[in-house]
């Protein structure tokens, strides 16, 4: 279990890293996800870009909706069993990272390394596009969406201003404000837009 308020560390953004061993080219990607939806378009984004390499192998650890327990993944995408999504995803257990997704791609170079070698490349891959991307402490957030009418447009504007969420604001027959908030503050949130528009405001996820 993982506590949904704590802060957590992450990538600060998109990292990359580069080198051969024995023939075979390894690139590493690494770059924040918050969801597995995320990660899984950055590994097909990945797999997209680097389509005639030999592999593709993804590793990821994300928070699941509500943020009550990490979904880790790693995939050896046709290397040998254990070789290759394992270590990558070792890495970023390792690091203690959250909300990040890796995608190691390998140019075959003629010569096999053998699992211990697939392993340390892979891992190496990883560690090193993480560095690249950097670290940083970041706190669970959760999306709200707040729909109310143009009278009560402002006052929300305001509020959401005022406790400096990031959001984004469609105007249509109604204004809907889609908010991304930190999960400890957002029962309180919640309740000064309940407050200030007598409860006219509707809350949903």
Avoid: C
């Amino acid at each position: 279990m993982t506590d949904d308020t704590e802060p957590y560390l992450t990538v600060a953004g998109r990292g990359r890293a580069a080198f051969e061993v024995r023939g075979s080219e390894f690139i590493g990607h690494a770059g924040p996800a918050d969801g597995r939806e995320a990660a899984e378009a950055f590994v097909a984004e990945v797999r997209e870009e680097y389509a005639d390499a030999t592999h593709n192998v993804p590793a990821y650890r994300v928070r699941a909706e509500g943020g009550d327990f990490l979904r880790e993944y790693g995939d050896d995408d046709g290397e040998p069993s254990g070789s290759a999504g394992k270590p990558a995803l070792n890495v970023l257990q390792q690091e203690g990272v959250e909300n990040v997704v890796a995608v190691v791609t390998r140019y075959y170079g003629g010569t096999n390394l053998g699992v211990g070698g697939l392993a340390r490349s892979y891992s190496r891959a990883v560690k090193e596009a993480v560095e690249d991307a950097g670290l940083v402490e970041e706190r669970p957030h959760e999306r709200i969406r707040i729909a109310v009418e143009y009278d009560d447009s402002g006052t929300v504007r305001g509020i959401l201003e005022s406790a400096e969420v990031e959001f984004d604001a469609d105007y249509a027959e109604r204004v809907a404000f889609e908010v991304r908030v930190p999960v400890a503050e957002a029962e309180g949130l919640r309740d000064r837009v309940r407050s200030a528009t007598s409860g006219r405001a509707e809350i949903g996820e």
